[in-house]
C-alpha cells in the first residue's frame, strides 16, 4: 500500500493552525498513525489508530480520517514543532510511511 | 521507564554482514513486539519486520527476506537484527521499536531506540 503525504514542505508561525494530508492507495482503516522526527533523532509517535493521541503528547496534536484520507493537525503551531513529520500505515504487510512533510518557520 | 538502547556504530564492507543489537528495559520483554526500521541518510522511513520476543516468532518485509534474521535474548531482554550481504545502499540508521500494543503487531511504534548508524564503503 503506498502513503502519500502532502505537502512536502511547509513554511507556517509561530501560534498558526496547521493541516498536513495523507492519502493511501487503498483503504486501510483506520490504521494510520503519525510520528514527529527532529533532526538526528528518533521519530516519536503522535497518533495512532488515526485519531487517538498517545500519552503524553499536547493535546494541540489532532488526527482524523478512515479509509484512505487522513490529516494532522497542529492547533497552534509552537517553537518545538518545527520537525519532519510522517504519516505509516498498518493495515497491511508491509507496514509503509509516507515521504514527510518538513514544517519550517516562516 | 520504558527504554530501548541499541548498540554503537557500525562500518562494513560490501558483501559483509552487521548485526544490531536492541537493549530493552523499563517493562515486560516478552509482552511487546520488536520492530525494525530503518533510514538512509536525508531519506525516508522504511519498516524492515518484526519480531515476538515471547515466541521468537518473525515477520519481514518482502524486500528484506533471505538477508535479514531476527532474533532474541530473553535472559538479557536484548533483540538483534542481522543484515548480511551488505551493498552502499544499506547504509542507513537502523532503529529498533516497540509496538503499542501487547501480544500482537498492531503496527504502531512507541518508543524507539536511538538508532544505529550502519556505514557500508570499500
Known amino acids: 500500500i503506498q502513503v502519500t503525504q502532502s505537502p512536502a514542505s511547509l513554511s507556517a508561525s509561530i501560534g498558526d493552525r496547521v493541516t498536513i494530508t495523507c492519502r493511501a492507495s487503498?483503504?486501510?482503516?483506520?490504521?494510520l498513525a503519525w510520528y514527529q522526527q527532529k533532526p538526528g533523532k528518533a521519530p516519536k509517535l503522535l497518533i495512532h489508530?488515526?485519531?487517538s493521541l498517545q500519552s503524553g503528547v499536547p493535546s494541540r496534536f489532532s488526527g482524523s480520517g478512515s479509509g484512505t484520507d487522513f490529516t494532522l493537525t497542529i492547533s497552534s503551531l509552537q517553537p518545538e514543532d518545527f520537525a519532519t513529520y510522517y504519516c505509516?500505515?498498518?493495515?497491511?504487510?508491509?507496514?509503509?510511511f509516507g515521504q514527510g512533510t518538513k514544517l519550517e518557520i516562516k | 521507564q520504558v527504554r530501548l538502547v541499541q548498540s554503537g556504530a557500525e562500518v562494513k564492507k560490501p558483501g559483509a554482514s552487521v548485526k544490531v543489537s536492541c537493549k530493552a528495559s523499563?517493562?515486560?520483554?516478552?509482552?511487546?513486539?520488536l520492530h525494525w526500521i530503518r533510514q538512509a541518510p536525508g531519506q525516508g522511513l522504511e519498516w524492515m519486520g518484526w519480531?515476538?520476543?515471547?515466541?521468537?516468532?518473525?515477520n519481514y518485509a518482502h524486500n528484506f527476506q533471505g538477508r535479514v534474521t531476527m532474533t532474541r535474548d530473553t535472559s538479557i531482554t536484548t533483540a538483534f537484527m542481522e543484515l548480511t550481504n551488505l551493498q552502499s545502499d544499506d547504509t542507513a540508521v537502523y532503529y529498533c521499536?516497540?509496538?503499542?500494543?501487547?501480544?500482537?503487531?498492531?503496527?504502531?511504534?512507541?518508543?524507539w531506540g536511538q538508532g544505529t548508524l550502519v556505514t557500508v564503503s570499500s
Open positions: 487503498q483503504s486501510i482503516s483506520s490504521y
Open positions: 521499536a516497540r509496538d503499542v500494543w501487547a501480544r500482537s503487531s498492531s503496527g504502531s511504534f512507541d518508543p
Open positions: 523499563g517493562y515486560t520483554f516478552t509482552d511487546y513486539f
Open positions: 489508530g488515526a485519531s
Open positions: 519480531i515476538s520476543p515471547n515466541s521468537g516468532g518473525t
Open positions: 505509516q500505515q498498518s493495515n497491511s504487510y508491509p507496514y509503509t
